[in-house]
């Protein structure tokens, strides 16, 4: 009886050992697939951040022309209705902190502009000409920030 028992232990570590170099093989193939696939989704992701970061200055530059372009024309309601929804952006990014899509300095440059908020909503609610001056002038002083 001890004979006959002692095949099957011979028997079930060979099954084993087999067992684990078609589990290593398997492994192996998993992460021959698995690793180019997630290098290339790291650099997806970085550019798709990159994209996101120059959207986001893209839409608030944009949003500061369309106000600037709007008091040129004499359309000062949406001019001020723009040149409001231009500093609710500006202050959120640069309330944003470390997660802002705008580096310190660029945030350090763009915080006195914030100030002159309220100056130039007035003026265009008065419907004054010379908001569209200020609106210039806050446009090249904020592509001057920008392309630093």
């Not at 009886?1 to 002692?6: F, G, H, I, L, S």
């Not at 210039?136 to 592509?143: A, E, I, M, Q, T």
Request: net charge positive; aromatic share 8%; with cysteine.
């Amino acid at each position: 009886m001890n004979e006959e028992n002692q095949p099957e232990p011979v028997k079930t570590t060979s099954s084993m050992r087999r067992l684990v170099i078609y589990a290593a093989l398997f492994l192996g193939v998993f992460l021959l697939g698995f690793v180019p696939v997630w290098l290339k989704s790291r650099e997806c992701s970085s550019r798709l951040s990159q994209a996101e970061y120059h959207l986001s200055i893209a839409r608030i530059e944009n949003t500061l022309s369309s106000a600037v372009i709007d008091a040129r024309r004499g359309d000062y309601e949406p001019a001020r209705q723009t040149a409001s929804n231009f500093f609710t952006s500006l202050r959120a990014e640069t309330d944003r902190g470390n997660d802002s899509s705008l580096s310190q300095t660029k945030r350090e440059g763009l915080k006195p502009m914030l100030n002159l908020r309220d100056e130039i909503i007035t003026l265009l609610a008065r419907s004054d000409p010379a908001s569209a001056d200020r609106l210039s002038d806050l446009y090249v002083s904020y592509r001057k920030i920008m392309k630093r």
